[in-house]
């Protein structure tokens, strides 16, 4: 199992952990990506896939005391960020200069 941190742009948002497959964790993060947004996700297909693999991660909350690290990041409605994560891999995060926002 895998574990994806959920971000949204709701006032109250928790950034609750999700443990999710092999298969549901590569639905959502392509090859070597660990940062997703939604709506990137639903324009791949898939549909009924990331439906049901959604469905099923909702019910695999992890409490952050029990998180052993987190694997990808998945955002909701905070479109402004992918100027952040332009290629998708937290490591990687820069400002729109280019430098990058970890020194490593």
């Known amino acids: 199992m895998k574990n994806i941190q959920v971000i949204d742009g709701a ?15 590569a639905l959502i993060f392509p090859e070597w990506e660990d940062i997703a947004f939604i ?6 297909g898939n549909t009924e896939a990331l439906r049901r ?6 019910g695999r909350r992890v409490p952050k005391r029990d998180a052993q ?8 409605q ?17 400002n729109s200069d280019g430098s990058l926002l970890r020194r490593a």
């Open 11 to 25: 006032e109250n948002c928790v950034y609750d952990i999700f443990a999710a497959t092999e298969e549901e964790f």
């Open 39 to 44: 709506d990137e996700v639903r324009d791949r």
């Open 53 to 58: 693999a959604l469905g099923s991660l909702w």
């Open 69 to 76: 690290g987190i694997h990808g990041i998945l955002f909701y």
């Open 78 to 94: 905070l479109d402004h960020k992918k100027a952040y994560y332009a290629t998708c891999r937290d490591k990687e995060a820069a």
